[in-house]
């Protein structure tokens, strides 16, 4: 046979670690009347190969590791295991160059296609079998580079042990590597296009990553989790959110509890205390920020480098399965703070990933955030599109999230986001829609309404842009939910002036009603409002007088959560504002539970609990929330005596709330009101009741209406408006006895 030895030049490309076709040189290969079988073991004195027959030694080249040897008689299915002598002692292997492709055709093509929407189940670190062999699969996208191979502990971060096979197709390159399993920490080690060795790259699929500083990859099993919530999905694929009552907790999970020794609380201790907590205040969902690996405390997870990898300041990834499986179990929702619009440029991350701008576009005008100093995404290539789409439904189908809160929308859609004059090009028509963002969004939320079995997808989304709760075919986006974030700015703006200035700034209350019903409304008073010197919500209320007690601003936090849960839209309040802290919020430590023992924080969480308590009992309070008919003014223009009422209906001839606000420091001791039947109204709630930390004014529990016409209403009623309080007031009897009678 011909000379079966690798030539020199192949030799020293791959000792030189700039061999891009392992497949071709190393393992066992069949040719004329035997194998060749070629492997590298830098230490090893000796490599045997085992076969039926017994063992047959290869012959060393060199001194760097490099084993061949021709194996007369033997058939290439024979040859898969090898004996290494080394230092420290022999041991078997399977060699990973004997096995052949874990992946396949259809694999490349739906990749490039952009169709496939499990990518996490082809990409990424996967435990398993093949071939027979117990190892894991590795698979990256990375098109350009001239080398890939996969590093860690377990070759000595050689990057010439295990460089893996280039699937010419797309871009993909894979290797199994045997006896390896969970728990093993690796990187990729890449050349780019000109053969620069690249600095090590975590796994953009990687399911597990090391605790920061460090930031390797870690495998994880995600195989085999044993969910108990099966009615709860059964339920969420079967409801409308959009009509039922949704309250929403959210929650920095490393900061809403520490150990006294400052380290953060897993899981586990969240599940066993976070969710009984969240359940009796009456939320109806926890949401989670972002719980993705990123290397930075401070970033509060948006900076994310690890948009597969739960972060391992909690635990791995089957600690966050448990925590929700634990709040289906509960009763609760959870939904996760998700950021498909920059990511960070650390060198392990995404950013140059092989050596070009892969992920991110390579526009600057339109792959750099000037805000962040972070990459965006090329939202109108195939294969980031497919990563894309395929990370938000690993959130929802592999965790079970009931929803994926997106983040920062308003940057992705326009292409002017905080870019002045000649910093951003328009589209042809001279438009600064970003078309390709907009069609991804359009295809992610799309995906999850077919596939998502009932999860909900919000958006952070701050411009008037119209229709970003429309249906994709009607023009809109296809969101379920969008933030208000006019209604927050506005109210927030309100209710930080002195109550005797409110009158000349009316129309900061009531202007959000011009536009409620336009899109699926969320109410946030969210982390970004209690962070950056904002000071918390307790913090920003007037102290009124001459600030000798805090009574008015307890009182005004008091009136403006009336206010938010009367209001029309969902319910988001960050944790903390219901204990009324004092202090804005900080990653950094704990919230201010201390604060329990006093009262008036007391009296506030009550007040929440309560509020929570008659959204979910009362349909007037949810169920059209985007729908005109659910609300009617009953006066709108009370400038000055700084008061607002309204009714809300359930948009189907249910019993109606009154909701009745009086924004000053004076008590109105007969405000007449308009209601829609004479009878007995009950006060439901009243923020200034003693309860809650208030004086206790009010009207004894009971309103009594007359048939006598106001604000356009046929009946009327004079009513006790506290001192910066609201009041809701529903009818004892529903439909009026003439109407029963009728």
């Known amino acids: 046979m011909e000379d079966w030895r690798a030539s020199e030049a192949e030799l020293t490309s791959f000792l030189a670690a700039a061999h891009g076709d392992p497949f071709a040189l190393l393992g066992p290969h069949a040719t004329e009347g035997g194998v060749v079988w070629r492997a590298f073991f830098p230490g090893a004195s000796r490599v045997e190969a085992l076969l039926p027959q017994g063992s047959r030694p290869l012959a060393p080249r060199g001194e760097q590791g490099f084993f061949e040897g021709f194996l007369p008689g033997v058939r290439r299915e024979a040859c898969t295991r090898l004996r290494v002598h080394e230092p420290a002692g022999a041991r078997d292997v399977h060699d990973a160059y004997a096995l052949g492709p874990a992946l396949g055709p259809l694999d490349d093509h739906l990749l490039l296609e952009g169709t496939h929407h499990r990518l996490h189940e082809r990409l990424g670190a996967h435990p398993g079998t093949h071939g027979g062999v117990v190892g894991t699969r590795f698979a990256v996208w990375a098109p350009h580079a001239k080398r890939v191979s996969v590093v860690g502990d377990f070759n000595f971060w050689d990057g010439r042990r295990h460089t893996m096979r280039r699937r010419v197709d797309s871009g993909i390159w894979e290797l199994f590597l045997p006896g390896i399993g969970p728990g093993t920490v690796y990187k990729y080690e890449l050349l780019g296009p000109a053969g620069t060795l690249l600095p090590l790259k975590a796994d953009p699929f990687g399911f597990a990553a090391e605790m920061r500083p460090a930031n390797a990859s870690v495998v994880a099993d995600l195989d085999g989790f044993e969910w108990t919530d099966a009615a709860w999905m059964s339920a969420r694929a079967k409801s409308a959110p959009r009509t ?103 060198a392990h991350g995404l950013a140059r990933f092989d050596g070009t701008p892969l992920f991110e576009h390579p526009d600057p005008q339109r792959g750099f955030h000037p805000d962040w100093g972070t990459a965006i995404y090329d939202y109108g290539r195939t294969e980031v599109r497919a990563f894309l789409a395929s990370n938000a439904m690993f959130w929802i189908e592999r965790f079970h999230a009931d929803g994926l809160r997106v983040d920062a929308v308003s940057s992705m859609i326009h292409l002017d986001y905080s870019r002045g004059p000649g910093e951003w090009s328009p589209n042809p028509d001279g438009g600064n829609d970003n078309r390709d963002a907009i069609a991804c969004l359009r295809h992610i939320n799309a995906l999850v309404k077919r596939a998502g079995q009932g999860a909900v997808m919000i958006a952070e989304e701050a411009t008037d842009w119209s229709g970003v709760t429309a249906p994709a075919e009607e023009g809109g986006l296809g969101f379920d939910f969008k933030w208000n974030m006019g ?103 704990e919230l201010d539970w201390w604060l329990l023992q006093h009262a008036r924080h007391t009296g506030v969480q009550t007040l929440v609990r309560d509020l929570n308590a008659l959204h979910q009992a009362l349909p007037a309070l949810h169920a059209a929330d985007a729908q005109p008919e659910g609300f009617h003014w009953i006066d709108a223009d009370d400038s000055a005596d700084c008061t607002f009422t309204w009714l809300r209906h359930d948009g189907d001839g249910g019993a109606p709330v009154a909701v009745l606000c009086n924004f000053t420091a004076a008590p109105r001791e007969a405000h007449l009101i308009g209601l829609p039947a004479a009878g007995r109204w009950r006060e439901l709630l009243n923020t200034d009741a003693t309860v809650y930390g208030g004086s206790g004014l009010g009207n004894l529990g009971v309103v009594r209406a007359r048939d006598m016409p106001a604000f356009g209403q046929p009946a009327s009623a004079w009513v006790m408006l506290p001192p910066l309080a609201v009041v809701y007031l529903a009818p004892e009897e529903w439909p009026p006895p003439e109407e029963n009678d009728a």
């Open 244 to 346: 039922q009552p949704m309250s929403v907790y959210e929650v920095h999970a490393p900061s809403w509890k520490r150990h006294p020794d400052g380290r953060f609380w897993n899981w586990d201790e969240l599940a066993a205390d976070l969710i009984p907590y969240v359940r009796s205040l009456g939320f109806t969902h926890i949401q989670l920020m972002p719980v993705m690996e990123h290397p930075l405390d401070a970033s509060w997870g948006y900076q994310p480098v690890g948009m597969h990898a739960v972060t391992a300041r909690l635990g791995g990834p089957r600690g966050l399965m448990r925590f929700i499986n634990a709040a289906h179990e509960a009763g609760l929702g959870v939904l996760l703070d998700w950021v498909p619009a920059h990511f960070p440029q650390d």
């Open 487 to 589: 209604w927050m700015n506005d109210t927030l703006r309100y209710v930080a002036k002195e109550p005797i200035h409110r009158g000349w700034h009316h129309q900061l209350m009531n202007f959000s009603l011009m536009y409620a019903f336009n899109e699926n409304f969320i109410l946030p008073l969210s982390h970004d409002e209690v962070v950056h010197g904002k000071g918390s919500l307790l913090g920003r209320m007037p102290k009124g007088g001459d600030g000798a007690d805090d009574w008015q601003r307890f009182a005004n936090l008091r009136a403006y959560l009336g206010y938010m849960w009367g209001h029309p839209g969902k319910k988001l309040l960050f944790m903390g504002n219901e204990i009324a802290q004092w202090r804005e919020w900080s990653e950094a430590r």
